[in-house]
Protein backbone atom coordinates (compact mmCIF):
# COMPACT_ATOMS: atom_id res chain seq x y z
CA UNK A 1 0.00 0.00 0.00
CA UNK A 2 1.02 3.18 -0.85
CA UNK A 3 2.15 6.34 1.47
CA UNK A 4 -0.70 8.91 1.13
CA UNK A 5 -0.07 12.39 1.85
CA UNK A 6 -2.60 15.57 2.18
CA UNK A 7 -1.62 19.39 2.64
CA UNK A 8 -4.38 20.97 4.54
CA UNK A 9 -5.45 24.32 4.62
CA UNK A 10 -7.74 25.17 7.90
CA UNK A 11 -10.42 27.83 7.74
CA UNK A 12 -9.92 30.50 10.48
CA UNK A 13 -11.76 29.96 13.28
CA UNK A 14 -14.72 31.95 14.51
CA UNK A 15 -14.66 33.43 17.98
CA UNK A 16 -15.71 31.26 20.79
CA UNK A 17 -17.35 32.45 24.23
CA UNK A 18 -16.34 29.46 26.83
CA UNK A 19 -18.50 30.24 29.64
CA UNK A 20 -19.42 34.28 28.70
CA UNK A 21 -18.23 37.36 26.90
CA UNK A 22 -14.90 37.72 28.71
CA UNK A 23 -15.88 41.16 29.74
CA UNK A 24 -15.16 42.49 33.01
CA UNK A 25 -18.03 43.71 35.66
CA UNK A 26 -18.71 47.69 35.09
CA UNK A 27 -17.86 47.83 38.74
CA UNK A 28 -14.37 47.91 38.21
CA UNK A 29 -12.29 50.90 38.83
CA UNK A 30 -9.56 51.65 36.73
CA UNK A 31 -5.93 50.55 38.18
CA UNK A 32 -3.85 53.86 39.27
CA UNK A 33 -0.21 53.38 38.53
CA UNK A 34 2.25 52.39 41.13
CA UNK A 35 2.80 53.97 44.04
CA UNK A 36 -0.23 56.16 43.76
CA UNK A 37 -2.42 57.16 46.68
CA UNK A 38 -5.18 55.43 47.84
CA UNK A 39 -7.69 57.37 48.87
CA UNK A 40 -10.74 56.14 50.48
CA UNK A 41 -14.43 57.96 49.78
CA UNK A 42 -17.25 57.54 51.30
CA UNK A 43 -20.52 55.64 49.71
CA UNK A 44 -24.10 56.20 50.47
CA UNK A 45 -24.36 53.73 53.11
CA UNK A 46 -21.31 55.15 55.43
CA UNK A 47 -18.79 52.81 54.22
CA UNK A 48 -15.64 53.44 52.59
CA UNK A 49 -14.81 52.83 49.23
CA UNK A 50 -11.44 51.51 49.02
CA UNK A 51 -9.17 51.87 45.94
CA UNK A 52 -7.04 48.97 44.71
CA UNK A 53 -3.70 50.19 43.35
CA UNK A 54 -0.55 48.56 42.60
CA UNK A 55 1.63 48.45 45.76
CA UNK A 56 4.40 51.72 45.41
CA UNK A 57 7.98 50.18 44.31
CA UNK A 58 11.43 51.16 45.10
CA UNK A 59 13.78 49.02 47.76
CA UNK A 60 14.06 52.55 49.60
CA UNK A 61 10.29 51.60 50.79
CA UNK A 62 9.85 50.28 54.08
CA UNK A 63 8.10 46.63 54.09
CA UNK A 64 3.91 47.82 54.56
CA UNK A 65 2.00 47.13 57.07
CA UNK A 66 -1.59 48.26 57.95
CA UNK A 67 -3.73 46.90 61.27
CA UNK A 68 -6.62 47.25 62.36
CA UNK A 69 -6.92 47.85 65.59
CA UNK A 70 -8.85 46.11 68.74
CA UNK A 71 -12.02 48.53 69.19
CA UNK A 72 -11.58 50.26 66.00
CA UNK A 73 -13.01 49.99 63.03
CA UNK A 74 -11.69 50.99 60.36
CA UNK A 75 -8.27 49.38 58.53
CA UNK A 76 -5.21 52.13 58.61
CA UNK A 77 -1.91 52.37 57.50
CA UNK A 78 0.73 51.71 60.32
CA UNK A 79 4.29 52.88 61.02
CA UNK A 80 5.10 49.27 61.96
CA UNK A 81 6.84 46.77 60.14
CA UNK A 82 7.75 42.93 60.35
CA UNK A 83 10.92 42.23 60.92
CA UNK A 84 10.88 38.91 61.21
CA UNK A 85 8.13 35.95 61.19
CA UNK A 86 8.16 32.19 62.08
CA UNK A 87 5.97 30.25 60.90
CA UNK A 88 6.12 27.20 63.01
CA UNK A 89 5.11 29.23 66.35
CA UNK A 90 3.68 32.10 64.82
CA UNK A 91 5.85 34.43 66.51
CA UNK A 92 6.93 37.88 64.80
CA UNK A 93 8.66 40.45 65.60
CA UNK A 94 7.14 43.81 64.49
CA UNK A 95 9.37 46.66 64.43
CA UNK A 96 9.59 50.32 63.45
CA UNK A 97 9.93 50.89 59.76
CA UNK A 98 12.89 53.45 58.82
CA UNK A 99 11.51 56.57 56.58
CA UNK A 100 10.97 55.85 53.29
CA UNK A 101 14.60 57.88 52.14
CA UNK A 102 16.72 55.71 53.83
CA UNK A 103 17.70 52.27 54.69
CA UNK A 104 18.77 53.20 58.27
CA UNK A 105 16.07 52.13 61.35
CA UNK A 106 14.85 54.77 62.80
CA UNK A 107 13.00 54.57 65.92
CA UNK A 108 11.98 58.48 65.99
CA UNK A 109 8.38 59.65 64.88
CA UNK A 110 8.54 61.82 61.89
CA UNK A 111 8.15 65.23 63.07
CA UNK A 112 4.90 66.74 63.42
CA UNK A 113 3.44 63.61 63.66
CA UNK A 114 2.25 61.39 66.35
CA UNK A 115 3.98 58.36 67.53
CA UNK A 116 2.10 54.81 66.35
CA UNK A 117 0.47 52.96 69.23
CA UNK A 118 2.18 50.49 70.45
CA UNK A 119 0.78 46.81 68.86
CA UNK A 120 -1.59 45.32 71.03
CA UNK A 121 -3.49 41.83 71.68
CA UNK A 122 -6.34 41.80 69.29
CA UNK A 123 -4.72 43.97 66.47
CA UNK A 124 -5.26 42.45 62.88
CA UNK A 125 -2.06 42.91 61.12
CA UNK A 126 -1.43 42.85 57.40
CA UNK A 127 1.80 42.80 55.56
CA UNK A 128 3.50 42.64 52.32
CA UNK A 129 6.37 39.77 52.17
CA UNK A 130 8.84 40.46 54.95
CA UNK A 131 11.46 37.94 56.69
CA UNK A 132 10.16 34.63 57.05
CA UNK A 133 7.05 35.48 55.45
CA UNK A 134 7.70 35.70 51.57
CA UNK A 135 4.06 35.43 50.81
CA UNK A 136 3.16 37.91 53.41
CA UNK A 137 1.39 37.88 56.68
CA UNK A 138 -2.36 38.25 57.55
CA UNK A 139 -2.75 37.61 61.10
CA UNK A 140 -3.97 38.39 64.44
CA UNK A 141 -2.23 39.59 67.70
CA UNK A 142 -2.87 36.47 70.23
CA UNK A 143 0.00 37.88 72.89
CA UNK A 144 2.49 40.24 73.26
CA UNK A 145 5.71 38.40 74.34
CA UNK A 146 8.02 41.35 74.63
CA UNK A 147 10.75 43.98 73.30
CA UNK A 148 13.99 43.09 72.79
CA UNK A 149 16.65 44.64 70.35
CA UNK A 150 14.95 43.96 67.10
CA UNK A 151 11.54 45.16 68.19
CA UNK A 152 8.07 43.97 69.86
CA UNK A 153 7.68 39.97 69.60
CA UNK A 154 4.05 38.74 69.48
CA UNK A 155 2.66 35.87 69.03
CA UNK A 156 -0.38 35.91 66.30
CA UNK A 157 -2.91 33.00 64.75
CA UNK A 158 -4.60 33.00 61.09
CA UNK A 159 -6.75 35.43 60.13
CA UNK A 160 -9.12 36.58 57.40
CA UNK A 161 -9.33 39.46 55.29
CA UNK A 162 -12.80 40.49 56.54
CA UNK A 163 -11.40 41.30 60.17
CA UNK A 164 -8.98 43.67 58.87
CA UNK A 165 -10.99 45.27 56.13
CA UNK A 166 -14.92 45.17 58.01
CA UNK A 167 -17.33 46.54 56.10
CA UNK A 168 -15.25 48.60 53.37
CA UNK A 169 -15.63 47.95 49.96
CA UNK A 170 -13.08 47.62 46.71
CA UNK A 171 -13.21 46.92 43.20
CA UNK A 172 -10.38 46.75 40.88
CA UNK A 173 -7.95 45.38 38.41
CA UNK A 174 -3.73 45.72 38.71
CA UNK A 175 -1.66 44.50 36.16
CA UNK A 176 1.41 42.34 36.91
CA UNK A 177 4.14 44.00 36.39
CA UNK A 178 6.32 41.04 34.23
CA UNK A 179 9.26 41.97 35.76
CA UNK A 180 8.23 40.66 39.19
CA UNK A 181 7.91 37.41 37.45
CA UNK A 182 9.95 34.57 38.02
CA UNK A 183 10.59 31.75 35.20
CA UNK A 184 11.90 28.14 35.75
CA UNK A 185 12.96 26.38 32.10
CA UNK A 186 11.46 23.07 32.29
CA UNK A 187 13.29 22.20 29.38
CA UNK A 188 16.18 23.46 27.16
CA UNK A 189 15.30 25.65 24.33
CA UNK A 190 13.28 27.61 26.51
CA UNK A 191 13.49 32.02 26.59
CA UNK A 192 11.74 34.52 28.56
CA UNK A 193 11.30 38.04 27.63
CA UNK A 194 9.15 40.89 28.42
CA UNK A 195 8.78 44.84 28.54
CA UNK A 196 7.91 47.53 30.41
CA UNK A 197 7.27 51.04 30.86
CA UNK A 198 10.96 51.37 32.10
CA UNK A 199 12.87 49.74 29.98
CA UNK A 200 11.34 47.36 26.48
CA UNK A 201 12.97 44.56 25.67
CA UNK A 202 12.64 42.28 22.84
CA UNK A 203 11.47 39.07 22.06
CA UNK A 204 13.66 36.25 20.06
CA UNK A 205 11.93 36.62 17.04
CA UNK A 206 13.04 40.40 17.07
CA UNK A 207 9.46 41.68 17.29
CA UNK A 208 8.58 44.15 19.68
CA UNK A 209 6.86 43.26 22.90
CA UNK A 210 3.32 45.72 24.05
CA UNK A 211 4.23 47.46 27.77
CA UNK A 212 3.04 45.03 30.41
CA UNK A 213 3.20 41.63 28.34
CA UNK A 214 5.27 39.03 28.71
CA UNK A 215 6.82 35.98 26.62
CA UNK A 216 7.92 32.42 26.54
CA UNK A 217 9.23 31.18 23.55
CA UNK A 218 10.03 27.30 23.32
CA UNK A 219 12.20 25.24 20.48
CA UNK A 220 12.55 21.96 21.80
CA UNK A 221 12.58 18.06 21.18
CA UNK A 222 9.93 15.60 21.83
CA UNK A 223 9.87 11.96 22.28
CA UNK A 224 10.26 10.94 18.83
CA UNK A 225 8.39 7.17 17.35
CA UNK A 226 11.30 4.58 17.58
CA UNK A 227 10.37 2.94 13.74
CA UNK A 228 10.43 6.94 12.59
CA UNK A 229 13.23 8.20 10.44
CA UNK A 230 15.54 10.78 10.91
CA UNK A 231 13.84 13.15 9.10
CA UNK A 232 10.38 12.75 10.77
CA UNK A 233 11.95 13.59 14.48
CA UNK A 234 9.41 15.20 16.84
CA UNK A 235 9.71 19.02 17.53
CA UNK A 236 8.05 21.60 19.22
CA UNK A 237 8.54 25.45 18.69
CA UNK A 238 6.61 28.49 18.95
CA UNK A 239 6.18 30.75 21.55
CA UNK A 240 3.31 31.89 24.39
CA UNK A 241 2.78 35.78 25.26
CA UNK A 242 0.47 37.19 27.75
CA UNK A 243 -0.12 40.50 29.97
CA UNK A 244 -1.95 38.89 33.40
CA UNK A 245 -3.58 41.36 35.71
CA UNK A 246 -5.10 40.74 39.42
CA UNK A 247 -8.66 41.11 39.56
CA UNK A 248 -10.10 41.77 43.31
CA UNK A 249 -13.09 43.33 44.69
CA UNK A 250 -14.94 43.04 48.52
CA UNK A 251 -17.73 44.30 49.70
CA UNK A 252 -18.39 43.92 53.60
CA UNK A 253 -21.66 46.05 54.24
CA UNK A 254 -23.89 43.05 54.37
CA UNK A 255 -27.12 44.29 56.24
CA UNK A 256 -26.75 43.71 59.77
CA UNK A 257 -23.34 42.99 60.03
CA UNK A 258 -23.56 39.61 59.46
CA UNK A 259 -20.73 38.75 57.18
CA UNK A 260 -19.17 39.57 53.68
CA UNK A 261 -22.28 40.54 51.19
CA UNK A 262 -19.54 39.76 48.04
CA UNK A 263 -16.08 38.98 47.11
CA UNK A 264 -14.43 38.27 43.88
CA UNK A 265 -10.45 36.98 43.16
CA UNK A 266 -9.22 36.09 39.84
CA UNK A 267 -6.99 36.60 36.66
CA UNK A 268 -7.87 37.72 33.53
CA UNK A 269 -5.39 39.61 30.36
CA UNK A 270 -5.20 38.94 26.60
CA UNK A 271 -2.71 36.00 25.66
CA UNK A 272 -1.15 35.08 22.26
CA UNK A 273 0.42 32.11 20.91
CA UNK A 274 1.80 30.49 17.68
CA UNK A 275 3.15 26.88 17.58
CA UNK A 276 3.99 24.42 15.40
CA UNK A 277 4.31 20.51 15.99
CA UNK A 278 6.26 18.41 13.88
CA UNK A 279 7.16 14.94 13.39
CA UNK A 280 6.11 11.37 14.74
CA UNK A 281 5.54 11.53 17.69
CA UNK A 282 6.14 7.98 20.01
CA UNK A 283 2.90 6.46 20.50
CA UNK A 284 0.86 7.87 23.75
CA UNK A 285 0.25 5.26 26.18
CA UNK A 286 -2.25 5.40 28.96
CA UNK A 287 -2.96 9.19 29.18
CA UNK A 288 -1.79 11.86 26.77
CA UNK A 289 1.76 13.14 27.52
CA UNK A 290 2.04 16.41 28.76
CA UNK A 291 5.05 18.07 28.63
CA UNK A 292 5.25 21.26 30.66
CA UNK A 293 8.15 23.87 29.44
CA UNK A 294 8.59 26.09 31.77
CA UNK A 295 6.50 27.17 35.40
CA UNK A 296 6.17 30.97 36.19
CA UNK A 297 5.68 32.64 39.77
CA UNK A 298 5.09 36.08 40.83
CA UNK A 299 3.11 37.45 44.26
CA UNK A 300 2.13 40.74 42.84
CA UNK A 301 1.17 43.09 46.49
CA UNK A 302 -2.02 45.17 45.60
CA UNK A 303 -2.54 48.32 48.06
CA UNK A 304 -6.49 48.19 48.75
CA UNK A 305 -6.98 51.35 50.66
CA UNK A 306 -4.55 51.09 53.28
CA UNK A 307 -4.00 47.14 53.27
CA UNK A 308 -1.49 45.53 51.54
CA UNK A 309 -2.65 42.62 49.95
CA UNK A 310 -0.37 39.27 48.65
CA UNK A 311 -1.88 37.90 45.60
CA UNK A 312 0.20 34.75 44.78
CA UNK A 313 0.47 33.79 40.84
CA UNK A 314 1.33 30.32 39.14
CA UNK A 315 1.40 29.27 36.05
CA UNK A 316 2.82 26.24 34.01
CA UNK A 317 3.13 25.91 30.18
CA UNK A 318 3.01 22.99 28.82
CA UNK A 319 2.36 21.08 25.13
CA UNK A 320 0.48 18.01 25.41
CA UNK A 321 0.95 15.11 22.88
CA UNK A 322 -1.19 12.29 21.96
CA UNK A 323 -0.27 9.84 19.27
CA UNK A 324 -0.83 6.80 17.89
CA UNK A 325 3.22 6.63 16.83
CA UNK A 326 2.25 6.07 12.77
CA UNK A 327 1.09 9.18 11.72
CA UNK A 328 4.19 12.24 10.53
CA UNK A 329 2.23 15.90 11.59
CA UNK A 330 3.53 19.12 10.37
CA UNK A 331 0.61 21.75 12.02
CA UNK A 332 1.09 25.53 12.56
CA UNK A 333 -1.37 27.48 14.53
CA UNK A 334 -1.80 31.26 15.33
CA UNK A 335 -3.76 31.86 18.52
CA UNK A 336 -4.78 35.30 20.36
CA UNK A 337 -7.75 35.52 22.80
CA UNK A 338 -8.81 36.81 26.48
CA UNK A 339 -9.46 35.00 29.24
CA UNK A 340 -10.82 36.02 32.74
CA UNK A 341 -10.58 33.16 35.36
CA UNK A 342 -11.22 33.42 39.22
CA UNK A 343 -13.84 32.40 42.04
CA UNK A 344 -16.83 35.24 42.94
CA UNK A 345 -18.99 34.81 46.38
CA UNK A 346 -22.39 36.68 47.29
CA UNK A 347 -24.25 36.14 50.53
CA UNK A 348 -26.85 33.11 50.34
CA UNK A 349 -25.33 32.02 47.54
CA UNK A 350 -21.63 30.96 48.29
CA UNK A 351 -18.65 30.09 45.93
CA UNK A 352 -18.77 29.74 42.54
CA UNK A 353 -16.43 29.63 39.47
CA UNK A 354 -16.07 32.07 36.91
CA UNK A 355 -14.17 31.33 33.87
CA UNK A 356 -14.37 32.71 30.24
CA UNK A 357 -12.56 33.64 27.41
CA UNK A 358 -12.92 34.48 23.59
CA UNK A 359 -10.42 32.71 21.15
CA UNK A 360 -9.90 33.48 17.56
CA UNK A 361 -7.42 31.62 15.44
CA UNK A 362 -5.85 32.81 11.70
CA UNK A 363 -5.69 29.91 8.95
CA UNK A 364 -3.61 26.68 9.88
CA UNK A 365 -0.84 24.84 7.25
CA UNK A 366 -0.96 21.36 8.21
CA UNK A 367 0.20 17.99 6.28
CA UNK A 368 -0.75 14.78 7.53
CA UNK A 369 1.45 11.10 5.93
CA UNK A 370 0.02 7.91 6.55
CA UNK A 371 -3.06 6.67 8.42
CA UNK A 372 -3.55 7.26 12.15
CA UNK A 373 -4.77 9.84 14.39
CA UNK A 374 -2.53 13.26 16.46
CA UNK A 375 -3.59 15.38 18.79
CA UNK A 376 -1.63 18.56 19.83
CA UNK A 377 -2.25 21.26 22.65
CA UNK A 378 -0.56 24.05 23.50
CA UNK A 379 -1.93 24.79 27.26
CA UNK A 380 -1.34 26.64 30.45
CA UNK A 381 -2.28 25.74 33.90
CA UNK A 382 -3.06 28.99 36.17
CA UNK A 383 -3.74 28.94 40.12
CA UNK A 384 -4.38 31.97 41.58
CA UNK A 385 -4.61 32.70 45.72
CA UNK A 386 -3.90 34.82 48.40
CA UNK A 387 -1.22 34.88 51.08
CA UNK A 388 0.49 31.61 49.83
CA UNK A 389 -2.84 29.97 49.48
CA UNK A 390 -4.07 28.56 46.06
CA UNK A 391 -7.88 29.79 45.39
CA UNK A 392 -8.31 29.29 42.31
CA UNK A 393 -7.32 26.97 39.30
CA UNK A 394 -7.69 26.59 36.09
CA UNK A 395 -6.39 24.70 32.83
CA UNK A 396 -7.35 26.07 29.45
CA UNK A 397 -5.88 23.95 26.27
CA UNK A 398 -6.49 25.16 22.70
CA UNK A 399 -6.05 22.36 20.34
CA UNK A 400 -5.43 20.86 16.57
CA UNK A 401 -6.79 17.01 15.73
CA UNK A 402 -5.99 15.61 12.54
CA UNK A 403 -6.55 12.02 11.58
CA UNK A 404 -5.90 9.90 8.36
CA UNK A 405 -7.36 6.63 7.56
CA UNK A 406 -6.34 4.68 4.54
CA UNK A 407 -7.65 1.56 2.81
CA UNK A 408 -6.04 -0.56 -0.05
CA UNK A 409 -8.45 -2.88 -1.96
CA UNK A 410 -7.29 -5.74 -4.44
CA UNK A 411 -9.45 -7.49 -6.65
CA UNK A 412 -9.21 -11.33 -8.55
CA UNK A 413 -8.42 -9.63 -11.66
CA UNK A 414 -5.42 -8.49 -10.87
CA UNK A 415 -6.64 -4.44 -10.07
CA UNK A 416 -5.61 -2.55 -6.92
CA UNK A 417 -7.03 0.65 -5.54
CA UNK A 418 -6.27 2.95 -2.54
CA UNK A 419 -8.43 5.38 -0.84
CA UNK A 420 -7.84 7.84 2.21
CA UNK A 421 -10.14 9.63 4.17
CA UNK A 422 -8.87 12.82 5.90
CA UNK A 423 -10.18 15.32 8.71
CA UNK A 424 -8.72 17.79 11.22
CA UNK A 425 -10.25 19.28 13.96
CA UNK A 426 -10.26 22.36 16.41
CA UNK A 427 -11.12 22.81 20.35
CA UNK A 428 -10.55 23.24 23.06
CA UNK A 429 -10.52 21.54 27.07
CA UNK A 430 -11.04 23.66 30.11
CA UNK A 431 -10.95 22.49 33.40
CA UNK A 432 -10.21 23.59 36.93
CA UNK A 433 -11.53 23.90 40.79
CA UNK A 434 -12.33 26.38 43.65
CA UNK A 435 -9.76 25.50 46.52
CA UNK A 436 -11.03 25.59 50.26
CA UNK A 437 -7.88 28.62 50.59
CA UNK A 438 -11.08 30.88 49.63
CA UNK A 439 -12.07 30.96 53.26
CA UNK A 440 -9.09 34.05 53.55
CA UNK A 441 -11.93 36.46 52.38
CA UNK A 442 -13.63 35.27 55.77
CA UNK A 443 -16.11 33.26 54.49
CA UNK A 444 -17.79 29.67 55.35
CA UNK A 445 -15.12 27.09 54.23
CA UNK A 446 -15.67 25.04 51.19
CA UNK A 447 -15.25 21.72 52.48
CA UNK A 448 -14.75 20.27 48.94
CA UNK A 449 -12.87 21.29 45.71
CA UNK A 450 -15.73 23.12 43.54
CA UNK A 451 -15.31 22.15 40.18
CA UNK A 452 -15.13 24.90 36.98
CA UNK A 453 -16.86 22.44 35.03
CA UNK A 454 -15.34 20.07 32.30
CA UNK A 455 -16.18 22.08 29.01
CA UNK A 456 -15.01 20.59 25.81
CA UNK A 457 -15.54 21.89 22.25
CA UNK A 458 -14.31 20.38 18.60
CA UNK A 459 -15.54 21.35 15.56
CA UNK A 460 -14.88 20.34 11.92
CA UNK A 461 -12.37 22.24 9.99
CA UNK A 462 -11.08 20.42 6.95
CA UNK A 463 -11.95 16.87 5.46
CA UNK A 464 -12.07 15.06 2.44
CA UNK A 465 -11.99 12.01 0.31
CA UNK A 466 -9.19 10.63 -2.32
CA UNK A 467 -9.04 7.86 -4.82
CA UNK A 468 -5.91 6.56 -6.02
Not at 108 to 128: E, L, M, R
Request: aromatic share 6%; charged share 15%.
Amino acid sequence: MRTLTRRLLLPGLTALALAGTGCSSPGHTAAAGPGSAATPSATADGTQQLDVNAAPQGSAAPTPLARTRTGMGQPEKSSFKVASYDKASGRAVIATAPPAHTAKPSHSPTPGKPADKPVAVGDIIASAPAPGAPNGLLAKVTEVVGKNDRGTEVKTAATTLASVLKDDKADGKVPVDPASVSVVPLMKGVTFSYAKSQGVRFGPQGAKLPLGNLRLDVNAAVDTAKDAPASAGASVSGFVQLAPQVEFSYDGSKDGGLGLSSAFLGMSGDWSSQWALKGRAAASTGAPKRIPFAKLHSAPVIQVGPVPVVVNLDLTCYVQVEADGHVTLDVQQDVKGDFRVGGSYAAGKGWAPVSTSAVHSTPVNASVTAAGTVKGALGAEASVGLYGAVGVTADFAPYLRGEVDAKANASSDGKASASASWAAYGGFDLSGRLDFQLSLFGTPVIEHHIPLGTLHREWSLAKGHAER
